[in-house]
């Protein structure tokens, strides 16, 4: 049974930072494959920097096109919203019965995962693995040790979407942080310029 690693995030817009810690995690761990989800746009928040789905799934798709073990999954963008992880992974887990699916975060939303709705249920289900990012805080004791938790060594990337789109905006040369392919699709389509 294939080992699925979900790794959720808004990708506005994918960077290098997200390929290296993906690349590392399907490398360096048990997991077979990757899929990066794009999680929709949240109808009830006015977020007028974030790219429509289709585009942002787009940028997934061509940023993971030379990656094998990496595939975008837009799951979620048929799912009501707003979403919680645990509907995702029942779902995603009724759909693909022959696929072990567990989930990739960052420490720093290990440290508030004990907040997440059904966290206890995740576990009882999923495997969790984490890599390493610079923030405040502390992980819960009964989270610290526990047996599903797997702590990967990945590099830390301390690259955000955000820099990356007021970098655009403010007419800097981002094209370092973005795939080839990506940094094309945005600078001909005219994102994030405004």
Partial sequence: M?????????????HVGHLIIANHMVENSDLDEIWMVVTPHN???KKSSLLDNVHRFALVDIATENYPKIKP??????????????????????KYPDKKFSLIMGEDNLKSFHKWKNYETILDNHHIY???RISDG???VSLSKHPKIHKVAAPIVQI????IR??????????ALLSESVWKYIDEMN???K
């Fill in 160 to 163: 955000s979407s955000t820099m």
């Fill in 2 to 14: 294939k080992n699925i690693g979900l790794y959720f995030g808004t990708f506005n817009p994918i």
């Fill in 73 to 94: 999954s837009d799951i979620e963008f048929s799912l009501p919203q707003p979403n919680y992880t645990v509907h995702t992974l029942a779902y995603i887990s009724e």
């Fill in 166 to 175: 007021n970098g655009i905006k403010n007419k800097k040369n981002m094209q």
């Fill in 138 to 140: 502390t992980i819960e």
């Fill in 43 to 45: 109808p009830f928040k």
């Fill in 130 to 132: 984490v890599y390493p």
């Fill in 191 to 193: 994102f994030y310029k």
